[in-house]
C-alpha cells in the first residue's frame, strides 16, 4: 500500500528565510505527486504538482519542488517565505493506473514570524 | 463555478443521532473522495467513489456510510454519532479515470461535532 510521510510537524521561519519541506513516499511504482497547501480556516488547494518530465517542478506563489526518483522524495521549496505563507502543507501521492486513491501526508503547519 | 459544494457547513449532534453529510461537483469530474482531517494526522481518507456506481472503503471507512447518487453528488452518511467522529470533513472530486494526473478540489469543509 502507498503511504506518504512528512517529517516536519510544525516548522517555524522568520520572514525572508528559505524554506525546505520533506515529503516521502513509499511505492514501488509510477507515482503522481501533488502539494497542497490549507490556509486557516479555508479548503485545500493546489500548489504544484508533478506527473512526468522535469523533476523540478514550479507552482504558484514561488513555490516549487523537486522529484528525486531514487530517494523517493518530493521536497518543497521556497527561497524567501512571507508571513502570509502561514498555513499547512500536505503532500499527496496518487498511483498511476485506473487506481483513483489518493494518500496524503500527516501535514506540515508552517508558521512565518514578520 | 462553484466547483466543490458542501452541506452543512457545522453541524453539532448527540451522540447516536444520525447525519448525511452531503457533496455535490459541477465540473463533470468521475471521481470524488470523503476525508476527516484532525491535528497532527493530516487526511484520512474515508471512502472513495472512483466513479459513477463504484465506492470504496478508504483508511478509516468504520462508522460511515456512502451513496453515490449520480455523477455529481456524493453523501457520506453517519448511522449512530460517535464523539470520536468530531472532526473537520471534507468532499473531494477530481477527473479521474482517463488519467490518474489529474489534482483533486476541495469543498470548504463541514465541522462536525458530537456531543
Known amino acids: 500500500a502507498q503511504s506518504v510521510s512528512q517529517h516536519n510537524h510544525h516548522v517555524i521561519l522568520s520572514e525572508a528565510a528559505s524554506l525546505e519541506l520533506g515529503c516521502n513516499y513509499s511505492y514501488g511504482g509510477t507515482v503522481n505527486l501533488f502539494w497542497y497547501v490549507q490556509y486557516p480556516g479555508q479548503h485545500l488547494q493546489l500548489l504544484l504538482k508533478y506527473f512526468s518530465g522535469d523533476p523540478l517542478v514550479k507552482g504558484i506563489k514561488g513555490f516549487e519542488a523537486e522529484f528525486i526518483k531514487s530517494k523517493f522524495s518530493f521536497n518543497l521549496r521556497k527561497p524567501s517565505v512571507q508571513w502570509s505563507d502561514t498555513a499547512e502543507y500536505f503532500c499527496a501521492v496518487i498511483t498511476s493506473g485506473g487506481y483513483q486513491k489518493v494518500t496524503f501526508g500527516t501535514g506540515t503547519k508552517l508558521q512565518v514570524i514578520p | 463555478n462553484a466547483g466543490v459544494t458542501q452541506t452543512p457547513k457545522f453541524q453539532v449532534l448527540k451522540t447516536g443521532q444520525s447525519m448525511t453529510l452531503q457533496c455535490a461537483q459541477d465540473m463533470n469530474h468521475n471521481s470524488m473522495y470523503w476525508y476527516r482531517q484532525d491535528p497532527g494526522m493530516g487526511l484520512r481518507l474515508i471512502y472513495y467513489?472512483?466513479?459513477?456506481?463504484?465506492?470504496d472503503k478508504g483508511e478509516v471507512p468504520n462508522g460511515y456510510n456512502v451513496s453515490r447518487l449520480n455523477k455529481r453528488e456524493f453523501s457520506l452518511r453517519l448511522e449512530s454519532a460517535a464523539p470520536s467522529q468530531t472532526s473537520v470533513y471534507f468532499c473531494?472530486?477530481?477527473?479521474?479515470?482517463?488519467?490518474?494526473?489529474?489534482?483533486?478540489?476541495f469543498g470548504d469543509g463541514t465541522r462536525l461535532s458530537i456531543l
Open positions: 473531494a472530486s477530481r477527473a479521474g479515470l482517463r488519467g490518474s494526473n489529474q489534482p483533486q478540489h
Open positions: 467513489s472512483a466513479s459513477e456506481g463504484t465506492t
